[in-house]
């Protein structure tokens, strides 16, 4: 019953907080998807998996019903709607043929598309949404962080008890021998892709000139909580996201002397936090030997024998993955997929897989990202991280179904698609739709 309950008051406030900006609508679903996992774990009943979707739901009810805010979106998103079409069209038709039972599909028709249209969410993102956004990620990442002490302090079981749904968190080490920390996520692997999703938005706020000193320090504040998350979490990928994430930082000519200084020494205060605690030192497992293991796994064996033995996938939900516990003894011949495009490949079928293809060849050639602007430095990390995360995607899954960490990725590759309003854009689509509420009040 409380599940159910919260199901309603996420789709409720999103829908509310989308009505009032697109911004406010982002960041009451990634509220809901940081609470998620330590809601789902506590909650153990069906209608806790899907805390998110009703949330998420609520956000598109807000945004993609209201004619005004889609009006506004049309000149920079038309090459992104039609992508989508395929992307989301051909899930569609895979649903209907009798690879799996209908449950079975219909989740795994969740995972394959639930989460596609926040592309065009990203690409309607403007300037004053961004900053609300990154604002509030610098709250929520500072409250993840603070559930992560405690979790090191007091150990995971007062926050995620065993069960089904928390077995992987309990089965996963960190190099001091104890569980890592997932904080409030489903596991620690989702944790540090979300703090790592943060620092494009987060940093691109931080760098613009028009910010307040308040304002700057909040966002420092939340920087360190996400590079610390990083840590904490203690996952080689996020290690490797986080520290691109800071050299790119680094590298970025928009910042002036004082911040680059700030950074520097920010960096170097996590570094130096790290070598002083044994559990935050994962890193060193990470070496030659172990990539080039884990890509021969991931890349020649498991993909290659699933293309062999169902080039028209195993239908939707056929890899399990994403399968609820509960649903998980229906799946019709479960397999295992070790990299994200195998999943694709082994629940929507050849054609599924090039479509997916297609698409991640054309955002890798989109130049779009590269103008100019204030937000340019956020952009630009945003997009060699969006880059990053669709070729380490080889390497392991979870790129695509991640909560709340695939919504923000994907918000993230719309953003970095298209080109930015111009001064001149922006003042005619306030105008338009300052037209549209005036036509609508006279209407009414």
């Known amino acids: ?26 960041v009451a679903v990634l509220a809901a998807g ?16 899907f805390i998110f979707d009703a949330a998420l739901l609520g956000l598109y009810a807000s945004h993609f019903l209201s004619e005004k805010k889609k009006e506004a979106g049309k000149p920079r998103d038309t090459a992104l709607r039609y992508w989508l079409l395929p992307l989301i069209g051909w899930p569609m038709f895979v649903l209907f043929l009798s690879f799996q039972p209908l449950l079975v599909s219909i989740v795994g028709l969740r995972t394959s598309i639930m989460m596609l249209p926040a592309i065009l969410l990203g690409a309607r993102l403007r300037s004053a949404d961004l900053r609300v956004f990154a604002l509030s990620l610098a709250a929520l990442n500072l409250v993840a962080l603070g559930f992560g002490i405690a979790e090191s302090i007091r150990g995971i079981e007062p926050f995620f008890p065993l069960s089904p749904v928390t077995v992987t968190i309990y089965g996963s080490q960190d190099s001091g021998n104890q569980h890592r920390i997932p904080s409030t996520f489903q596991h620690a692997h989702a944790y540090a892709g979300m703090m790592v999703a943060t620092l494009p938005f987060l940093f691109g706020c931080w760098a613009r000139k028009s910010g307040s000193r308040k304002e700057n320090l909040f966002l420092l504040l939340g920087i360190g909580a996400a590079l610390f998350g990083v840590l904490m979490s203690a996952t080689r990928t996020g290690i490797v996201s986080g520290c691109f994430m800071a050299f790119l930082a680094f590298t970025s000519g928009r910042m002036g002397a004082w911040k680059r200084w700030v950074w520097v020494a920010g960096v170097a205060g996590v570094i130096f936090s790290a070598m002083q605690n044994d559990r935050w030192q994962r890193y060193r497992q990470l070496d030659p030997d172990t990539v080039t293991e884990r890509v021969a796994g991931s890349v020649n064996r498991s ?29 019709n011949s479960p397999v295992g997929a070790e990299n994200e495009y195998a999943h694709i490949l082994l629940e929507q079928g050849i054609i599924g897989l090039l479509i997916w293809v297609a698409f991640v060849l054309w955002f890798l050639t989109n130049r779009s990202t590269f103008v100019k602007d204030e937000w340019f430095t956020g952009r630009r990390m945003g997009w060699y991280l969006t880059a990053f995360g669709l070729l380490s995607a080889v390497l392991g899954v979870g790129l695509l179904s991640a909560i709340p960490g695939t919504f923000a990725f994907l918000l993230t590759m719309g953003w970095t698609a298209v080109k930015p309003q111009s001064e001149r854009q922006r003042a005619f689509s306030v105008m338009r739709t300052r037209a549209l509420t005036a036509r609508s009040v006279v209407r009414a």
Not at 41 to 47: I, V
């Open 1 to 26: 019953m409380i599940a159910l309950l919260l199901c309603i008051v996420g789709f409720v406030a999103a829908y509310i907080a989308g009505r009032r900006s697109l911004g406010a609508g982002c």
């Open 34 to 49: 940081y609470g998620y996992g330590i809601l789902r774990a506590n909650l153990q009943t069906p209608a806790s998996h």
């Open 303 to 331: 993909f290659f024998e699933i293309l062999e033995e169902y080039p028209m996938g195993n239908g939707l939900g056929g890899g399990g993955t994403n399968v609820p516990y509960f649903l998980a003894y229906r799946v």
